[in-house]
T-cell receptor, first 114, second 113 residues
Framework: GENVEQHPSTLSVQEGDSAVIKCTYS??????FPWYKQELGKRPQLIID?????GEKKDQRIAVTLNKTAKHFSLHITETQPEDSAVYFC?????????????FGQGTILTVHP | ETGVTQSPTHLIKTRGQQVTLRCSSQ?????VSWYQQALGQGPQFIFQ???????GRGNFPPRFSGLQFPNYSSELNVNALELDDSALYLC????????????FGPGTRLLVL
């Protein structure tokens, strides 16, 4: 089955700096890669996703890049703010089929210091 | 548009008991996936229901079972509870059987003593 590795497990940055979180996946059939943000005691919230026919996607301060050949994808947050502090999860799945299992990484605890 | 809701929010059970967790999908969504999130871990896929049929299952024993109703709400049942079943149980709804763009509910925190 699919295996998703996420690094780093913790990331501490100063406000205004950039943050990068990286994930690798094992199953080349995976074609859908969402990122979720989970604040303490709250539900995971989808912040951005990318499909395998796209190499990069951007939404304001957040961008995701995908390298299908190397089977890795990354989340980039620019101009970080204290409210970006949360746990971030990457996931890989089979979008476009009838089977929708998402395999999640272990999470990255991002702390943005004012 | 109504978001995903789950009940109850918290639950305490003892080992060997049975529990039923409930999920109402987002308006217009016909697919519900269930995940178990242990403390400090990413969510792990339990199973998915699409139009009232199980549509894929993760590596969980048969004592984890589910149901989806005609209104697309869903239940997760766990029999013979074990201490390791203590976790946050999340459901996520999505449109169609595609499983992509899953929107999560707030979760049910289960503690097994």
């Amino acid at each position: 089955g699919e295996n998703v590795e996420q690094h780093p497990s913790t990331l501490s940055v100063q406000e205004g700096d950039s943050a990068v979180i990286k994930c690798t996946y094992s199953d080349s059939a995976s074609n859908y890669f969402p990122w979720y943000k989970q604040e303490l005691g709250k539900r995971p919230q989808l912040i951005i996703d990318i499909r395998s026919n796209v190499g990069e996607k951007k939404d304001q301060r957040i961008a995701v890049t995908l390298n299908k050949t190397a089977k890795h994808f990354s989340l980039h947050i620019t101009e970080t703010q204290p409210e970006d502090s949360a746990v971030y999860f990457c996931a890989a799945g089979y979008g476009g089929t009838s089977y929708g299992k998402l395999t999640f990484g272990q999470g990255t605890i991002l702390t943005v210091h004012p | 548009e109504t978001g995903v809701t789950q009940s109850p929010t918290h639950l305490i059970k003892t080992r060997g008991q049975q529990v039923t967790l409930r999920c109402s999908s987002q308006s217009g969504h016909n697919t519900v996936s269930w995940y178990q999130q242990a403390l400090g871990q990413g969510p792990q896929f339990i199973f998915q229901y699409y139009r009232e049929e199980e549509n894929g299952r993760g590596n969980f024993p048969p004592r984890f079972s589910g149901l989806q109703f005609p209104n697309y709400s869903s239940e997760l049942n766990v029999n013979a509870l074990e201490l390791d079943d203590s976790a946050l149980y999340l459901c996520a709804s999505s449109l169609g059987g595609l499983g992509e763009t899953q929107y999560f509910g707030p979760g049910t925190r289960l503690l097994v003593l």
